[in-house]
Structure formats: C-alpha cells, structure tokens
Nanobody, 114 residues
Framework: QVQLVESGGGSVQPGGSLRLSCVASTTIFSQYALKWYRQAPGHQRELVAGISSGGATNYGDSVKGRFTISRDNAKNTVYLQMNSLRPEDTAVYYC????????WGKGTQVTVSS
C-alpha cells in the first residue's frame, strides 16, 4: 500500500502562483508514473499533468505553459508548480501514483479568487 500526502494548496489571487507537493511512502518511487488531477465542484476529475518514470511530461490543454510538473526521486516527491493562476483553476488537486496499481492522495484545495 502506497500513501500519498499532498500539501501546498491555499488561496491566491488571479495571476498568482502556488507549488503543490506530494510525498509518497514507497521504496520504489522512481518506478512510478505520477500524475496530478483536479476536480472542481460539479465537474469530473480531470488530468492536469503527468510525469513518467523516465521524466517525460504531459499536460492538460488548459494548463499548458502555466503549470510545470517535476519529480525528485531522492525525496519521493512530485511537484506541481502553478503560475498565472485563474479562477477556473479552483479545485481540489489530487496526486496519483501508478505502477500497475493506482494510488491516490486525499487532495489539497486550491482557490483562486480576488
């Protein structure tokens, strides 16, 4: 069983930045594909960004050029740097780790509002 703990959420004004972190309790972190998803009220959960075990990244269309996913295998941590935040980025952000079996964190709230 892998536990994922997200942190770094909060409230920010439009145009601001936040960095989310997700720490995983596993000794084989480097082998996991990692993703960030988000879910806003009344909406389905959507993929925000992903990073493979080899470091290849992909992004949802709505965040391309604004968000950056990265990983630090030595710290068992995946990050999501979010810049130029918009009110429509408001959601609960979830960390996902997958290596055949998929694990989820409990989420961290991000609110973008003036």
């Amino acid at each position: 069983q892998v536990q994922l703990v997200e942190s770094g959420g909060g409230s920010v004004q439009p145009g601001g930045s936040l960095r989310l972190s997700c720490v995983a309790s596993t000794t084989i972190f480097s082998q996991y594909a990692l993703k960030w998803y988000r879910q806003a009220p009344g909406h389905q959960r959507e993929l925000v960004a992903g990073i493979s075990s080899g470091g290849a990244t992909n992004y949802g269309d709505s965040v391309k050029g604004r968000f950056t996913i990265s990983r630090d295998n030595a710290k068992n941590t995946v990050y999501l740097q979010m810049n130029s935040l918009r009110p429509e980025d408001t959601a609960v952000y979830y960390c996902n780790a997958d290596w055949g079996i998929s694990y989820w964190g409990k989420g961290t709230q991000v609110t973008v509002s003036s």
